[in-house]
């Protein structure tokens, strides 16, 4: 697990893992291509791992993983920004309090021909940031 934008190690209760700081790229390894990491002390709605979703990395070209072929599921872990007044469960009725929201998504992806795994996230007008990364291999 990488706690993307991070330049410690993170141990979750919640999550039960170990986030190890991200590191730049380098061939045959694996990290982060371009962008500048930002860390926050604000609250983050949706979620009982704040700080995992505290630091980032924006306008990044990529986040690369060099792994073998296979199946693997990479699970995303993505802050983003709550619009002013916005009001959903997401929240948990903090919308006065939490600027971003912590947002998880999952798939699953087969690595072919020694291609290895690219993270790209479309931050939409700078309302989304790379905050955390899971691969597993299934």
Known sequence: AVNVG???YFQSDAS?????????????SWGYI???????TGEVANTTDGPLYQSMRE??????????????????FINQKVAQGESSAYLL???AEAKTRAVRTKKIIE????????????????????????????
């Not at 039960?16 to 045959?28: M, N, R, S």
């Not at 371009?34 to 926050?40: E, M």
């Not at 306008?59 to 995303?76: I, Q, W």
Request: glycine share 12%.
């Open 16 to 28: 039960q893992l170990t986030w190890v700081p991200e590191k730049e790229y380098t061939e045959g």
């Open 59 to 76: 306008g990044m070209e990529a986040f690369r993983f060099d792994v073998p072929d296979g199946l693997y599921e990479l699970e995303l």
């Open 93 to 95: 009725g903090r919308a």
């Open 6 to 8: 991070s330049n410690c």
């Open 34 to 40: 371009g962008g500048k990491s930002r860390t926050t």
């Open 111 to 138: 690595v072919k021909d020694h291609q290895g795994i690219v993270v790209k996230v479309d931050e939409k007008d700078g309302n989304e940031s790379l905050a955390g990364i899971v691969i597993r291999s299934i």
